[in-house]
């Protein structure tokens, strides 16, 4: 099946520095693009890939659930470990959700973690129905597109396979249940008008993880997908910031601790 335009897997060979970057639920490579390559042109060694499913028609992700989503970047994170001294991850959306799993399971493995408008829980009387809907019904309205910035587009599906959207309900709820266990630094930028992620999600994030070095960020420009919005630049300068602060710190202690 071919892949939908824009919804291509990206890497990038740089440095000692890695970065993983994980997409959302229904969507695609192309909502993270731009900050992938703004990371890739600053030195970074960049992993960007398609998640299973994914990027091609709704029909193939109808037969996908999170194990599927989460064998794709833990296999990836593995392979960045392997040609990088350190680590990071960022996700938007389910793909905070995917990250935040991935903190929980490596642990020193991961150097910090970036998120946007993660998402930790289904909402509303439709996640109670779905054990019983999704053999009713195969799909419903789609999440994409949830963007301020006018011509701004984001590649997706219009559907939402209901099988996937039970498994990612299940899905949230082992990363819930994992939070206790995420220490890393954490940068978390969130918006306050997210139509599809409300911020009661970034705020019970924070309130479970055991992280002590945490920085929280108001996107007031944009809707969901920030990362195609109004404060794309700030997401891009912000999490590179915060990626340098740390690859840094650990390079000074590096010294210390072999002189």
């Known amino acids: 099946m071919p892949v939908l335009p824009g919804s291509e897997p990206f890497r990038h060979e740089g440095g000692e520095v890695g970065v993983l970057l ?3 639920f229904t969507g695609s490579p192309q909502s993270l693009r731009p900050w992938a390559g703004y990371l890739a042109e600053r030195g970074l060694t960049v992993s960007l890939p398609l998640l299973p499913g994914h990027g091609t028609r709704w029909e193939d992700m109808a037969v996908t659930g999170w194990q599927d989503w989460y064998a794709e970047v833990d296999r990836e994170l593995r392979e960045l ?7 990071f991850v960022l996700g938007l959306s389910m793909g905070g959700a995917l990250a935040l799993r991935l903190a929980a399971k490596h642990g020193d493995g991961i150097a910090g973690l970036v998120l946007v408008n993660p998402a930790n829980k289904v909402h509303g ?8 809907a999704r053999h009713l019904v195969r ?18 599906y219009n559907r939402v396979p209901l099988h996937a959207a039970h498994s990612l309900r299940a ?8 939070l206790p266990q995420v220490t890393q630094p954490i940068m978390l930028l969130h ?25 929280e960020i108001l996107l007031e420009q944009s809707y969901h997908v920030a990362t195609l919005d109004h404060d794309a630049g700030r997401i891009f300068d912000e999490s590179y910031r915060f990626i340098d602060r740390l690859a840094t710190d650990a390079v000074k202690k590096g010294s210390t601790s072999g002189g």
């Open 22 to 24: 994980c997409h959302g």
């Open 125 to 132: 009387l439709s996640a109670y129905a779905l054990p019983v």
């Open 139 to 156: 799909t419903t309205k789609g999440l994409t597109g949830d963007i301020a910035l006018e011509g701004a587009q984001e590649v997706g």
């Open 191 to 215: 918006s306050p008008r997210d139509h599809v992620v409300p911020p009661a999600d970034s705020a019970r994030i924070l309130s479970r993880v055991s992280s002590r070095d945490v920085e």
């Open 81 to 87: 470990r392997q040609r990088c001294e350190r680590v």
């Open 171 to 178: 899905f949230f709820r082992q990363v819930d249940a994992a």
